[in-house]
């Protein structure tokens, strides 16, 4: 089977969706298959581990501003 480096993010508020996703696409050869429950969790992880010096977030009714921090402290 063909295997794929390419990384593949799962945003989505359903588990089973998301484990029904991973199952596939892992299936299919992507290697590294990552899962977030909504977009904040996802934009947080990235701003850890890479720090924006820009974000942008268009604002949802899910939205929290405290959860996403927008200017540096």
């Known amino acids: 089977m063909?295997?794929?480096d390419t990384e593949v993010i799962l945003v989505d508020?359903?588990?089973?969706f998301r484990s029904g996703m991973r199952?596939?696409?892992q299936n299919s050869g992507y290697t590294?298959?990552?899962?977030f429950s909504s977009g904040?969790?996802?934009?947080?992880d990235m701003y850890r581990k890479n720090?924006?010096?820009v974000t942008i977030v268009r604002p949802s009714h899910?939205?929290?501003e405290r959860s996403v921090p927008l200017l540096p402290s």
């Open 2 to 4: 063909t295997t794929f």
């Open 13 to 16: 508020d359903h588990t089973l």
């Open 23 to 25: 199952e596939l696409l």
């Open 32 to 35: 590294s298959v990552r899962e």
């Open 40 to 44: 904040e969790e996802f934009l947080m």
């Open 51 to 53: 720090g924006f010096p």
């Open 62 to 64: 899910t939205y929290d």
